[in-house]
């Protein structure tokens, strides 16, 4: 399941850098001038889970493999991008593809680097985004009505309830707001579905502070989260230079040192990619046997056969029955054997909605 969230922001904030200390498949270039990212750079993230190991320890399987998600270093966008501005209509078709943005800010004051924007202000560079990405909504939107209205208005109940909902956007957009906070039902969003709508897409904001400020924050982190206040969003604060050098570092114990320097408990990434798997409406169950212990992703609500397909498409097809362990259950009694001793170990059918963290197997006849 390749689900891909956008690293996005004005230029020189701190998105490759962040790309690279996320990314543990690819290092993109980062450098002090204006469009460094141009072609955009993806990388697979695996997404910490702490469940993983301690499953691990129980089975002693021959191999661990955690889930992922992708990541994609995005070229930076400017003012204008929406009227070709820049790499404008390039940035915005590759985070058209994306299901989901990381909108990296910059709050922290530094001379040396490059800033075309006057003094640092992350409401404002946030609105700047936001702005692009709703007047290039617009134009779609736009573009789709002029294309429905007059068979809508001749009676088509389909384009009728399409053109409805079409408007409401447009109203919306105008107002200078984005498509997610109309919280649009499944059904409605299939009227808009063809447009893949930029401000449609679930935001999760990274403030990228200086040192001194990693662990509370400063006033123009502050600024941002209180911008946020009434968005269904997220504000991480980390600073994306310390994160890389800690992910380039692969003695685990001087990468425990350097994190003891900085009084971290672990790495703000970590913080950020679980951040970012949730914000995809992401779930975790796990596959635990002598050969390997995994973490499998889907979607929350998925039932069992959906969850098996993940594995292969046959499993889907010839779905028989889901043998299901919780998480908590694996843990106490510590083996599988042990589970189903104790009557922990249940037999679920089709229609089962998979929990985050179950233990499963599937039984499946093609």
């Not at 202000?121 to 429905?148: F, G, M, N, Y």
């Not at 790495?267 to 409406?281: T, V």
């Not at 010839?318 to 510590?334: H, L, M, T």
Request: glycine fraction near 6%.
């Amino acid at each position: 399941m390749a689900l891909q969230a956008g690293i996005v922001g004005l230029p020189n904030v701190g998105k490759s850098t962040l790309f690279n200390a996320v990314s543990n498949s690819a290092k993109a270039q980062a450098s002090n001038y204006r469009f460094c990212t141009i072609e955009p750079n993806v990388g697979l993230v695996d997404v910490p889970d702490e469940r993983l190991a301690r499953l691990a320890e129980l089975v002693n399987p021959n191999r661990i493999v955690p889930t992922q998600i992708e990541i994609v270093d995005i070229a930076g966008l400017v003012r204008g991008a929406s009227k070709g501005e820049g790499l404008g209509n390039k940035f915005l078709a590759n985070i058209r593809e994306v299901d989901a943005i990381i909108h990296v800010i910059r709050c922290f004051e530094d001379e040396n680097i490059l800033r075309e924007e006057g003094a640092i202000d992350p409401v404002s560079d946030k609105e700047i985004i936001e702005t692009e990405l709703q007047l290039k909504d617009l134009d779609s939107v736009e573009k789709k009505i002029a294309r429905v209205e007059k068979l809508a208005k001749s009676g088509d109940a389909k384009l009728k309830y399409e053109y409805d909902i079409l408007l409401r956007c447009k109203q919306q957009l105008d107002k200078g707001k984005n498509i997610r906070e109309l919280d649009l039902y499944k059904e409605e969003k299939t009227a808009i579905a063809d447009l893949f709508l930029l401000t449609d897409k679930p935001v999760l904001y990274v403030a990228n502070v200086d040192e001194t400020s990693m662990h509370t924050g400063n006033k123009y982190s502050q600024r941002l989260t209180e911008a946020i206040r009434n968005e269904k969003a997220e504000v991480i604060i980390m600073n994306n230079s310390i994160e890389a050098q800690i992910s380039e570092m692969e003695n685990p114990d001087d990468k425990a040192m350097f994190m003891d320097e900085y009084k971290m408990q672990e790495p703000a990434l970590n913080r950020l990619i679980r951040s970012a798997y949730k914000l995809l409406n992401l779930q975790t169950y796990f596959t635990a046997g002598v050969q390997e212990v995994r973490a499998w992703t889907i979607h929350e609500g998925w039932k069992a056969p959906q969850a098996a397909g993940v594995i292969h498409t046959d499993f889907e097809k010839g779905f028989i029955k889901a043998e299901v362990i919780s998480y908590n259950d694996f843990i106490q009694y510590g083996s599988e054997a042990a589970c189903r001793e104790a009557g922990r170990l249940r037999i679920e059918g089709k229609d089962y909605t998979v929990k985050d963290g179950d233990v499963m197997h599937f039984r499946f006849n093609v």
